[in-house]
């Protein structure tokens, strides 16, 4: 079985080759029609209050949770709102009236992670600009830290900047380089799938 599959992609490698590398330049041109990207990357650190009954496994394990919930909070609209009354330099214009492509905008601007079992969170801020990427994280950050009580409901929650944000030397966005392999890969499969089924 495995002989003669070999023998199938080996008669057929030309055309497969052919096919994949139209795969990976109608990838490349995809890639370089969509605009560029940089990113801002920041840490933060989420603080617990200890108290006697609170070991420190629970309290960093609760942490994590915070920084999980608070990740879903910097995803929303209300969150925006903060960000951009707390940082005027930011380029209102990037994110549009009509709520739908406001929150799609915002989606597409900004990621976040916890490391696992730990207190801290990640945030990635991508935008054409690296100045603008840098102003939004500024203010994510600045309202995490001003208004995390709001957010979480407890005064005992802490939040602090441990790294300001790191903006990247080139754009990120696309990953060209992922994106011509894809579509070179899915260009040989496609290649040898069609082949096979008219061989049939």
């Known amino acids: 079985m495995s002989h003669s599959i070999t023998r199938f992609i080996a008669h057929n490698r030309r055309y497969a080759l052919g096919v994949a590398l139209a795969g990976g330049a109608i990838a490349l041109v995809f890639s370089l029609v969509q605009p560029l990207a940089y990113r801002a990357t920041m840490r ?3 603080i617990q209050a200890t108290s006697p009954t609170l070991d420190a496994y629970t309290a960093v394990k ?3 949770k915070v920084g999980r919930n608070l990740g879903h909070v ?3 609209s209300s969150f925006l709102d903060r960000v951009l009354q707390v940082n005027p330099e930011i380029d209102r214009a990037a994110f549009p ?3 739908r492509a406001r929150r799609r905008a915002w989606g ?3 990621e976040s992670s916890v490391a696992a079992e730990s207190s801290i969170m990640e945030v990635r801020v991508y935008h054409e600009r690296q100045a603008q990427a840098v102003a939004i994280a ?3 950050g600045s309202v995490l830290v001003r208004d995390a009580k709001d957010y979480t409901g407890s005064r005992d929650i802490t939040v602090r900047v441990i790294d300001s944000p790191l903006i990247s030397r080139f754009p990120v966005r696309p990953n060209i380089a992922l994106n011509v392999l894809l579509g070179f890969l899915f260009g040989a499969a496609l290649a040898l799938a069609q082949r096979y089924l008219f061989s049939r």
Request: charged share 30%; no cysteine.
């Open 44 to 46: 933060l650190l989420i």
């Open 108 to 110: 597409r601007t900004v």
């Open 97 to 99: 009236e009509n709520e």
């Open 62 to 64: 609760s942490s994590e």
């Open 74 to 76: 910097i995803a929303s």
């Open 138 to 140: 500024d203010g994510i």
